[in-house]
């Protein structure tokens, strides 16, 4: 009798954590009688017909790993190319795809309109701005690169009276600058869903001059002023997202060391933040997701998602990760934790 069969990708930015997931699940699977394969490149892997068998051997000790075993794509999209992703999925002879992404990997699946691909998911976003979910993996370990950052260049800040600028990822979502400030101790954190006072700012930073040799700032990339708008950096033409944004920081060292006269710096963390092996709490969700994944594939519970709701992973509909990004509120008890310790924010 075969064996009844999976398949497994990887999709979107990669995250701390997928390698975890890919492990967990397929391990449990497998104990479970399952073959289990694993499509490279995301969604392109299901176009150009590429995927590898995960068996025990090849998934033992990745977790340990940033990145994907799979590898991923943001870039193939199947908008308009239904029909050949419903040809190419049937060749693979699995009963339903674990897909573990971001929105723009979900939204995928509803382009395929009435040509229902059984599917599992598994929210991913170092961001931490999905919806449907309170924590995405990926998202500890980003922030903990964050505040090692705040932690290392506080020392040079100190030395040489200087303010040191951090430019976080966060486009719209201002989660990893404000959990890895915070972590951090920053003495400013600035994110996207406050624009802030320029005036406020400046006042606050001249206060803490009279009593502090340094100050690190943790900014997110699409942080504003009152009044302006997000900086974009330059333009990916046919992306999604077109509008890249960066370059904050720069602009506000620059602008900050004219008003005040004390020497400014800043610091683009950009992909390392992506690139750091997984911290125990994101080896433990990603363990425990992959374990629930697979019940959830014995179940049958195709159209579903694992998330991580109240304390413990559960389950819930796929479509509720399709929802609008979850954004930081104005008042979120972390923003009142910032306020507390005197952090302008």
Aim: glycine share 12%; aromatic share 6%.
């Amino acid at each position: 009798m075969a064996k009844r069969r999976v398949g497994i990708l990887t999709g979107g930015g990669d995250a701390p954590g997928l390698n975890g997931i890919i492990e967990a699940s397929s391990r449990a699977l497998i104990q479970a009688g399952y073959e289990v394969i694993g499509i490279m490149d995301g969604y392109e892997g299901i176009f150009n017909n590429r995927y590898r068998d995960l068996t025990a051997d090849v998934v033992h000790g990745v977790h340990i790993d940033a990145g994907t075993l799979l590898g991923t794509s943001n870039k193939t999209w199947i908008a308009g190319r239904a029909d050949e992703f419903n040809a190419n999925y049937k060749k693979l002879n699995v009963e339903g795809l674990i897909v573990a992404g971001g929105d723009g990997t979900f939204a995928g699946l509803s382009e395929l309109g009435d040509k229902i691909v059984p599917a599992i998911g598994v929210p991913k976003t170092i961001d931490n701005d999905l919806a449907g979910t309170e924590v995405t993996f990926g998202y500890d370990t980003a922030c903990s690169v964050i505040a090692e950052a705040a932690d290392a260049l506080r020392t040079t800040a100190n030395a040489h009276r200087r303010i040191m600028i951090i430019e976080a990822m966060g486009r719209t979502a201002g989660w990893l600058a404000l959990g890895g400030g915070l972590a951090g101790y920053a003495d400013v954190i600035l994110i996207p869903e406050r624009p802030f006072s320029k005036e406020a700012l400046l006042k606050s930073i001249k206060e803490k001059q009279k009593t502090s040799r340094g100050l690190v700032m943790v900014v997110a990339e699409g942080a504003f002023a009152k009044g302006e708008s997000p900086h974009v950096a330059f333009k990916v033409k046919g992306s999604p997202q077109e509008e890249r944004y960066g370059g904050v920081a720069e602009m506000l060292a620059r602008w900050i060391e004219a008003e005040t006269g004390w020497e400014s710096r800043h610091v683009v963390l950009g992909h390392l933040q992506r690139s750091k092996a997984p911290t125990t709490t994101d080896r433990f969700l990603t363990l425990t997701m992959g374990v629930e994944v697979a019940k959830m594939v014995q179940d049958h519970a195709w159209g579903q998602a694992v998330v991580y709701r109240d304390g413990r992973v559960q389950r819930a509909q796929l479509t509720e990760l399709m929802q609008p990004a979850r954004l930081v509120d104005k008042d979120h008890r972390w923003v009142q934790l910032a306020q507390a310790l005197g952090i302008f924010i």
